[in-house]
């Protein structure tokens, strides 16, 4: 007779155990990826990292005035913030968001 009801007690607790991640799960994927959109790098590393594979060596550190100039679009001799911050993607390349859709029918509020 114990062991029915020990188990009766133990199920619940396995049932809430089941959902739980592992401590070494890999972290949830930014929400824009699952779109594959991903942010542009930014433009002083796109200048720096001549060979593109995310590192700056030596060698591009050593060409790094050099490839600071790329940035200047007036040609002024100077970088000012607009020229060296990433550019911000027209609203219409963005991806719709869930809640702003029209064309979804409203969800009625809760009793």
Do not use: Y
């Not at 930014?30 to 590393?45: I, K, N, Q, W």
């Amino acid at each position: 007779m114990k062991n029915p009801i020990r188990l009766l007690c133990a199920l619940p607790l396995l049932a809430l155990a089941l959902p739980a991640q592992p401590a070494d799960a890999a972290p949830p994927s930014p929400p824009d990826s699952a779109h594959g959109h991903r942010p542009p790098p930014p433009p002083l590393l796109v200048a720096l990292d001549a060979n593109h594979d995310g590192v700056i060596s030596a060698d591009e550190i050593a060409r790094a005035s050099t490839a600071l100039l790329t940035l200047d679009k007036n040609h002024d001799g100077q970088l000012t913030p607009d020229e060296f911050r990433p550019a911000h993607p027209p609203h219409g390349d963005r991806p719709p968001r869930p809640e702003m859709d029209d064309s979804a029918p409203p969800i009625p509020p809760a009793p």
